[in-house]
């Protein structure tokens, strides 16, 4: 019953702050070509991750779609920026088939955690972007990007309390690849910003970054899973040696840790709270 009260207060909510958005007349330039490259950017970020091996042989996906939510709250109007979010995660939840009160919650929270901001620090592109900006403007704009970062995992953290209750991790939302994952994020975000600044054609660049990642990582994940490949065969011809194997042959499964369509299985408890039952 909290949970269903949480995520329908924040889904009121979100529509709240997207009809405030609505009736914001901030912007100047080609806002809506750069709001549809965001959007069509962002949705394939979430369609398609990147996914890089984890420990005890799982896979971890990583998205980069918060990277242009972030540059969004200052390059694009809160209408645009609420148009990018709706889009991108509305579509990538439809093709993952996942079920629509997850695709409501992960709507509502990305439009709480990113328009909420924009609109409050009444932020936005400006006819004064192109000039200079110094170090602490830069540094107010990082500062409000993290806070945006923290309230996402904020939300998904309780939503993780209220439905999982005791097995709940005890950081929630803010585990070693969620963490990473956002520092990612807002790291590439500053790219976008600075580039998208100087002109939009440079973007282009930001692409390229992502590129080269994906594919680093695509290198990476095949030279893991044939070392794991070996290591199985290696384990099975000892077994069938009648010799004692090292260790056991185990499946590799994906783990979502912070994944924002698929469904969310429960996590494993943590070591403090196994340490505590086995007592």
Not at 45 to 62: D, F, Q, S
Not at 99 to 123: D, E
Not at 220 to 240: C, F, H, N
Not at 264 to 271: L, Q
Request: no cysteine; charged share 15%; hydrophobic share 55%.
């Amino acid at each position: 019953m909290q949970l269903v009260a949480f995520r329908t207060a924040l889904a009121v909510a979100s529509l709240l702050l997207a009809a405030i958005a609505g009736h914001e007349n901030r912007g100047s330039g080609p806002v809506w070509q750069l709001a549809a490259v965001f959007a069509a950017t962002a949705a394939a970020l979430l369609i398609w991750p990147l996914i890089v091996p984890g420990r005890n042989r799982t896979l971890v996906t990583y998205s980069l779609a918060s990277a242009f939510f972030l540059a969004g709250m200052f390059l694009l109007p809160p209408a645009a920026l609420v148009l990018v979010v709706a889009f991108s995660v509305t579509l990538a939840g439809l093709l993952k088939g996942a079920r629509a009160y997850r695709i409501v919650f992960h709507l509502a929270s990305a439009i709480f955690a990113y328009v909420g901001p924009a609109l409050a620090f009444r932020l936005g592109p400006r006819p004064t972007d192109l000039d200079f900006f110094p170090a602490l403007r830069s540094g107010l704009e990082l500062m409000i990007a993290a806070f945006a970062i923290v309230l996402h995992l904020l939300i998904r953290s309780v939503a993780m309390r209220l439905e999982q209750g005791h097995d709940t991790p005890r950081w929630g939302a803010f585990s070693g690849p969620a963490l990473v994952e956002s520092v990612y994020g807002l790291v590439l975000s500053v790219s976008i910003l600075v580039l998208t600044r100087i002109h939009p054609l440079l973007l282009g660049v930001v692409y390229l970054e992502i590129g080269i990642t994906a594919w680093f990582v695509y290198r990476y994940r095949i030279y893991v899973t044939d070392l794991r490949r070996e290591v199985v065969a290696a384990v099975a011809l000892a077994a069938e040696s009648g010799s004692e194997p090292e260790e056991e042959a185990v499946a590799v499964p994906r783990e979502g840790t912070f994944d924002w369509i698929g469904e969310e299985e429960a996590p494993t408890p943590a070591r403090w709270r196994q340490a505590r039952k086995s007592r």
